[in-house]
């Protein structure tokens, strides 16, 4: 998987997390909102969050993930997080999941990440078919963000997307590049 070229959009640049952002991870594992809607660690102490950013060069070498980190560009902080997982080489697809900082929410910053990184999933090096994001029912803030960045909905598919959903049952969105064709209302969600 790459190592450089980082996607990037007005206001942001995406790029690996580095050690020094250890505090911010921790910060957003406490976040009673990113333990909501996205998978936390048990163990989520600084230990852990260092282990886990040491960890980001192996699960990009191994197509396992790629996570980055949304930097604003006026003042270098740290905005959120947005990757790519479940890579499907086959049928070149992965699916995509994103956070944001508290004080950024509301503001377009997720939806700008996730369309960076989409964008650049399908034209960039990795050049992707398929970007599938899945959203809890009850999460009406990333459903607006994955159809802001042009996501279609695929359908909806039964079961909790993190331990602290309150609804059983996920909306399914893709992504596809023009050329591969339009992903379409109705579409079956198990083909990605």
């Not at 997390?17 to 505090?23: E, K, L, N, S, T």
């Not at 992707?128 to 990333?142: F, K, M």
């Amino acid at each position: 998987m790459t190592n450089g070229d980082w996607p990037s959009t007005e206001g942001l640049v995406l790029r690996p997390w580095a050690v020094g952002d250890r505090d911010v991870l921790v910060s957003a594992w406490a976040d009673p909102e990113v333990r909501r809607w996205t998978a936390v660690p048990d163990d989520a102490s600084p230990d852990a969050a260092a282990r886990w950013i040491a960890g980001g060069l192996r699960r990009r070498k191994e197509g396992l993930a790629l996570d980055l980190v949304g930097v604003s560009v006026d003042d270098g902080r740290i905005l959120g997080e947005v990757g790519l997982s479940a890579f499907d080489t086959a049928r070149r697809a992965a699916r995509i999941g994103w956070w944001t900082a508290a004080p950024e929410r509301g503001r377009g910053v997720a939806t700008a990440m996730v369309r960076a990184m989409t964008d650049w999933a399908h034209d960039g090096p990795l050049a992707l078919r398929v970007v599938v994001a899945e959203v809890d029912r009850a999460n009406p803030a990333s459903v607006t963000v994955v159809r802001r960045a042009g996501y279609e909905l695929l359908g909806k598919v039964p079961g909790r997307l993190t331990e602290g959903s309150t609804t059983d049952g996920r909306l399914v969105f893709a992504s596809q590049p023009p050329a591969c064709g339009a992903t379409g209302e109705g579409a079956s969600a198990t083909r990605v």
